[in-house]
């Protein structure tokens, strides 16, 4: 059974960090690509980080150079360092797991609150 299980949210004032971390099983990271994303009070899900295999690495602009996508394949950990946090940051964050084969499937967690005060 996969499991996607993201922790380290919480609140924090603007202009604060957060190191949110997602620790899977029953699937090995470090064949895969994983994600980021968050949902925003009435918004729609939007990716905000992306680390491949190879550890290449990409962000949507509005996170760029305040947040830092990594992992740690021994711990098959993925993790999200979030800096000079803004309250327009305040959403549900997921971790993603995306199909790498016809045979495979999209994997989700269950999400981590950031909750950003001004």
């Known amino acids: 059974q996969v499991q996607l299980v993201e922790s380290g949210g919480g609140l924090v004032q603007a202009g604060g960090s957060l190191r949110l971390s997602c620790l899977a099983s029953?699937?090995?990271?470090?064949?895969?690509?994983m994600n980021w994303y968050r949902q925003g009070p009435g918004k729609q899900r939007e990716l905000v980080a992306g680390?491949?295999?190879?550890?290449?690495?990409n962000y949507v602009d509005f996170v760029k150079s305040r947040f830092t996508i990594s992992r740690d394949n021994a711990k098959n950990t993925v993790y999200l360092e979030m800096n000079s946090l803004k309250p327009e940051d305040t959403a549900v964050y997921y971790c993603?797991?995306?199909?790498?084969?016809?045979?495979?499937?999209?994997?989700w967690g269950k999400g981590t609150l950031v909750t950003v005060s001004s």
């Open positions: 029953g699937i090995i990271i470090s064949i895969r690509g």
């Open positions: 680390i491949t295999s190879a550890g290449s690495t």
């Open positions: 993603n797991a995306p199909r790498i084969g016809a045979w495979d499937m999209d994997y």
